[in-house]
């Protein structure tokens, strides 16, 4: 599904590097999870393979589906099927969710939306997401709480279909059942698309218990150093990452 290989990245227009050496393979149908302290590059992952300006590639490859996606842009990655929910979703200003989503599906598709099939699956998504039906009437996350701005990005993961979701701490700024509900979501998206891979960041392991990772990665100072199963996650809650050093470089959004 996801292949990086040897992937060294800098911020753009610095000589600050950020990931080094970083290599990862994700196949059809897993879950991934990359834990690490703050500032070693978790975020900045994410956003590479979303083609984020703010950073520049300067070795290595990143391939999704055996496509190379050097050169596309993050429009024509999402086309391909690769969904990013954010840290902290933007607002958008006199553009509504549905007219968003709408607009978003014809341009995955290529196809015309169906009004009525997307009314229904909108309204059953939102039912299951215990959302205002209201909501997809505002603009896009104006006026939404932290929690529903995050359910937001799973009612547009469902609706568009992706075929990799990469999960930026989707669990930051939740409460308790407000992450219950995201993660039941998801999971019942993942058993409806078996297919579907994720990547999945985050510094705790309590998501790990909603979202079952088929590996846990440990990433310090741009790479992955250890790589197990759920009780690596464990591990590092109760001991603490290898070699602890939060002395490194620091990355936007982390």
Do not use: W
């Not at 590479?48 to 055996?66: C, D, K, R, W």
């Not at 496509?67 to 200003?93: F, N």
């Amino acid at each position: 599904m996801l292949e990086i290989k040897n992937l060294m990245v800098k911020a753009k227009g610095t000589n600050k590097t950020i990931l080094k050496d970083f290599s990862l393979s994700i196949g059809k149908g897993e879950i991934h999870a990359i834990m690490g302290p703050n500032g070693v590059g978790k975020s900045t992952l994410s956003k590479v393979i979303m083609a984020h300006p703010n950073y520049e590639v300067i070795e290595g490859s990143i391939t999704f589906l055996q496509q190379d996606l050097k050169d596309l842009s993050t429009d024509e990655r999402a086309r391909l099927g690769i969904y990013y929910v954010m840290q902290d979703p933007s607002t958008i200003e006199g553009v509504t969710n549905s007219e968003c989503l709408r607009t978003a599906l014809r341009e995955r598709t290529g196809e015309p939306v169906n009004l009525y099939q997307f009314i229904q699956e909108m309204n059953t998504n939102l039912k299951a997401l215990k959302m205002d039906k209201n909501m997809i009437h505002r603009s896009i996350n104006q006026g939404f709480s932290g929690g529903e701005k995050k359910k937001n990005e799973v009612l547009q993961l469902k609706m568009l279909k992706p075929k990799l979701i990469l999960l930026d701490e989707l669990d930051s700024g939740l409460d308790v059942d407000s992450l219950k509900i995201v993660c039941q979501n998801i999971k019942e998206y993942l058993q409806e698309n078996k297919d579907t891979s994720v990547l999945l960041i985050t510094h705790y392991s309590r998501i790990l218990d909603l979202i079952k990772p088929d590996y846990v990665h440990e990433m310090l100072h741009g790479t992955i150093v250890k790589t197990g199963d759920i009780r690596l996650a464990k591990e590092i809650e109760k001991n603490g990452y290898s070699g602890e050093n939060e002395g490194s470089e620091k990355d936007d959004g982390e």
